[in-house]
């Protein structure tokens, strides 16, 4: 199957398409690398900063003198990827966490003042979300005050873009996978069968609708942006989804590229095995329908 709109991730760029596509890494290069990183992966950089506004928190506390702490933290299941980002990073530490019914978590965290000045320069100028934006003014503003720093906060917001890894790492904390488990199998009316694969790929936030609609027109996904309620509260968000073949391949075009870098790559990988049952013919037997239901049942 041919998709005439191909994703040109590698074409030549402007100038300007540079200046608004980019993140900006001079001043972390020049002020907040670790002395040990001498040559930072500006890849990784940028799937963190995409990463962190998924999944990270700014925040500060109070100690028993009333004295402001800061600190910023990311808490997930996978070890491994936690570990990741403190080896790449040159800095932070990782921590177990034990929360409710005995489930494991494992957060990274930066407390001190020289690494969080580290990425004070790192995040100045390249957040994306609104949200993010908005916590870090004010967390960059309290920080001054109390350490007697004048970091200016950077206003500037690069675009998102299918050429850098900002996505892949915001996607890696906030997009989410789905494939119908059941009649896997269409029997047509001529007596043969060939596979029904029903499957999506979808995005839910909090505000950002801005945000969801240069996703929805980077790949080209036709449905609207709708608003749905969390069960246990009654705040509405923002989901984009789409089960269109050629966003799909368009998905997998650039998570090639920039690929996840934690454990969510394995059900990305599931995913779009799924997918290949709906470009290629594959042969139906009773158990090619077996193992296609295990995969699926496996994308959770």
């Excluded at 001079?26 to 990183?37: E, S, T, V």
């Excluded at 009649?183 to 029904?196: A, P, T």
Aim: hydrophobic share 35%; proline share 2%.
């Amino acid at each position: 199957m041919t998709i005439s709109n191909k994703l040109d991730i590698g074409s030549s760029e402007t100038t300007r398409e540079i200046l608004l596509t980019q993140l900006d890494f001079k001043n972390y290069i020049r002020f907040g690398r670790p002395q040990h990183k001498p040559n930072p992966n500006t890849t990784f950089l940028e799937w963190f900063i995409g990463f962190f506004e998924a999944e990270g928190s700014f925040l500060k506390w109070s100690d028993q003198k009333q004295k402001n702490r800061f600190f910023i933290e990311i808490t997930q299941k996978d070890v491994q990827l936690m570990y990741k980002i403190r080896t790449q990073l040159g800095f932070g530490k990782v921590t177990r966490i034990v929360k409710q019914n005995n489930q494991i978590y494992w957060r990274y965290s930066v407390y001190d003042l020289k690494n969080l000045t580290r990425l004070i320069w790192l995040f100045n100028g390249n957040l994306i979300t609104v949200k993010k934006q908005k916590q870090f003014q004010i967390w960059v503003a309290l920080f001054n005050k109390t350490h007697n720093s004048d970091i200016l906060f950077s206003r500037k917001k690069p675009e998102i873009c299918l050429k850098n890894a900002w996505l892949s790492g915001f996607f890696e904390g906030d997009l989410g996978f789905w494939v119908q488990s059941k009649d896997i199998v269409l029997f047509n009316k001529d007596n043969s069968q060939s596979y029904k694969i029903e499957m999506k790929f979808y995005i839910t936030q909090k505000n950002e609708k801005e945000l969801l609609n240069k996703i929805k027109h980077l790949f080209q996904i036709p449905s609207n942006i709708y608003q749905i309620t969390n069960e246990s509260v009654t705040e509405t968000y923002n989901r984009l989804e789409t089960s269109l073949l050629k966003s799909h391949l368009l998905l997998i075009q650039y998570l090639t590229k920039y690929p996840f870098l934690g454990k969510r790559q394995i059900l990305f990988n599931r995913w779009k095995r799924v997918l290949g049952y709906r470009t290629k013919e594959y042969p139906i037997t009773k158990k090619s329908i077996i193992k296609l239901q295990r995969l699926i049942l496996n994308i959770k």
